[in-house]
């Protein structure tokens, strides 16, 4: 894994940001001693709301196959936004909840990354075939109404915000999976 991790931070290149908040880089920890399974929450007990987010903090880039499960995290994406229970804010607070500073902060570049998908999905510059592929067959992306989707991704980002989340991930380009998605 270390070996990985060094030749994909070698291929990507970068420098590291400045523009780094001290209270909240003392607590984010992207470093050769931790790896990608440390960043990823993954509750106890999970209901389907639950199942939905850990979808979308398990999304992958840079491999076989990462388009298709992009697109599976996409669709869980829409499918937590178009919830009718009422119970998606709860759910992601509870998530939230069990979460330490690292994993929050992951967990808000996957959603961002995860949302670019789901937009272009429904905005139809991504193929929505690619879903068929996925798994996600199924899925009925033209009842998605593009308007809850906004508003989960307003309400999200608020908690993030809230719970102190500064995207520290973006001061670290030469780390993967970071490097994949920044300049």
């Not at 894994?1 to 420098?15: H, K, R, S, Y």
């Not at 990608?36 to 398990?58: F, G, H, K, Q, S």
Request: charged content about 25%; glycine content about 4%.
């Amino acid at each position: 894994m270390a070996v990985l991790m060094a030749v994909t931070m070698a291929a990507c290149g970068n420098e590291p940001a400045s523009n780094v908040d001290k209270n909240q880089s003392a607590q984010v920890e992207y470093s050769d001693e931790s790896s990608m399974t440390d960043w990823i929450y993954v509750p106890e007990n999970a209901d389907e709301l639950t199942e939905m987010l850990i979808t979308i903090d398990r999304n992958v880039y840079g491999s076989a196959g990462a388009s298709l499960q992009q697109a599976n995290a996409a669709v869980s994406l829409m499918k937590f936004a178009m919830d009718e229970s009422g119970n998606a804010e709860e759910a992601f607070t509870n998530y939230l909840d069990g979460m330490n500073e690292t994993q929050k902060d992951f967990f808000s570049f996957q959603w961002q990354q995860v949302l670019k998908t789901a937009d272009a999905l429904l905005d139809g510059s991504e193929d929505p075939a690619i879903l068929e592929d996925a798994g996600d067959a199924d899925f009925d992306i033209e009842a998605v109404d593009k308007a809850k989707v906004t508003a989960i991704n307003e309400t999200v980002t608020e908690l993030l915000h809230e719970a102190g989340v500064t995207d520290e991930w973006s001061n670290h380009p030469d780390t993967e999976p970071f490097c994949y998605v920044l300049d």
